[in-house]
């Protein structure tokens, strides 16, 4: 597994496009073969700009047969990844629907 640059404390709309640079430069600097490890647990704030980028990231790395793994998240991008059904981004499984059996 390949460690990556930290999410930034805002992972927001307005880092969104530097952010996305410098993602795809590591990952084109980073081993072929091997998954993605980014450290979360500082993010203090993300908005839905925020996690279409972790998705997409997340995308291009699986058209590569790799995987992105969030590491310590925090809680306000568990939340904000569970409330648009992207908990697979934790790493876990999306959790069922309320009142689904």
Do not use: H
């Not at 969104?16 to 980014?38: G, K, M």
């Amino acid at each position: 597994m390949s460690a990556f640059p930290p999410l930034p404390a805002e992972l927001t709309i307005y880092a969104a496009s530097e952010l996305r640079t410098q993602w795809l430069a590591a990952l084109d600097a980073s081993p072929p073969d091997a998954d993605l490890e980014v450290d979360a647990s500082g993010v203090a704030e993300v908005d839905g700009a925020g996690v279409q980028l972790l998705v997409a990231l997340s995308r291009q790395l699986a058209a590569r047969d790799r995987a992105l793994r969030l590491a310590g998240p925090s809680q306000r991008l568990s939340e904000a990844c569970a409330a648009l059904g992207l908990a697979s981004l934790l790493g876990a499984a999306d959790p069922a629907p309320q009142g689904a059996a």
